[in-house]
T-cell receptor
Framework: DAGVTQSPTHLIKTRGQQVTLRCSPK?????VSWYQQALGQGPQFIFQ???????QRGNFPDRFSGHQFPNYSSELNVNALLLGDSALYLC??????????????FGPGTRLTVL | DAKTTQPPSMDCAEGRAANLPCNHS???????VYWYRQIHSQGPQYIIH???NNETNEMASLIITEDRKSSTLILPHATLRDTAVYYC????????????????FGKGTKLSVKP
């Protein structure tokens, strides 16, 4: 049973460019959440998707957008990249049809470096 | 901001019990205590959660004080592979099938297990 997978593993971009990160949830999971983790900090919640719609959003600008596909996979898009967007981007999935306290499973992350 | 307070770092000898404290003095009656850990260069991994009773699973034990204002994660026989950052998170239970609340991470406790 594959866990949460993310691609690419590493990415280098320059300021002003746009980037798309991809996530496939754990088999059977319908909800995907994205987090940003700067060096030395804990992950910060960006947004959450289920039923192909954004359901919750953290304190991130509109440059951060996402999408969820019918197969539950998801993309995170960041426009007009800034140096401060350099971070590890984590995807987490869960099945919201299960008990309310079920845990989120995280992928290994995509390391984005903005030069 | 995170609703929890943890020491920034701790050391533990291999084979000994690691006791990681967490203060959550403002926890509400409907909030669970969750523990995750993040091994270097990996995504966070769920460990355990609890509401008010002590909990144990194959990874760890969770001891919650009677007033629920603090808790301790116990790794009974720490190994070198337990070296990681440990996050204590409080999170409201979500109604079945409803939106899964996001996780609010602090900086966690960096546990170093030494031979």
């Amino acid at each position: 049973d594959a866990g949460v997978t993310q691609s690419p593993t590493h990415l280098i971009k320059t300021r002003g460019q746009q980037v798309t990160l991809r996530c496939s949830p754990k088999s059977g999971h319908d909800t995907v959440s994205w987090y940003q983790q700067a060096l030395g900090q804990g992950p910060q919640f960006i947004f959450q998707y289920y039923e192909e719609e954004e359901r919750q959003r953290g304190n991130f600008p509109d440059r951060f957008s996402g999408h969820q596909f019918p197969n539950y996979s998801s993309e995170l898009n960041v426009n007009a990249l800034l140096l401060g967007d350099s971070a590890l981007y984590l995807c987490a999935s869960n099945d919201r049809r299960l008990a309310a306290y079920n845990e989120q499973f995280f992928g290994p992350g995509t390391r984005l470096t903005v030069l | 901001d995170a609703k929890t307070t943890q020491p920034p770092s701790m050391d533990c000898a291999e084979g000994r019990a690691a006791n990681l404290p967490c203060n959550h003095s403002t926890i509400s009656g409907n909030e669970y205590v969750y523990w995750y850990r993040q091994i270097h260069s990996q995504g966070p991994q769920y460990i355990i959660h609890g509401l008010k009773n002590n909990e144990t699973n194959e990874m760890a034990s969770l001891i919650i004080t009677e007033d629920r204002k603090s808790s301790t994660l116990i790794l009974p026989h720490a190994t070198l592979r337990d070296t990681a950052v440990y996050y204590c998170i409080v999170r409201v239970a979500i109604n079945y099938g409803g939106s899964q609340g996001n996780l609010i991470f602090g900086k966690g406790t960096k546990l170093s297990v030494k031979p």
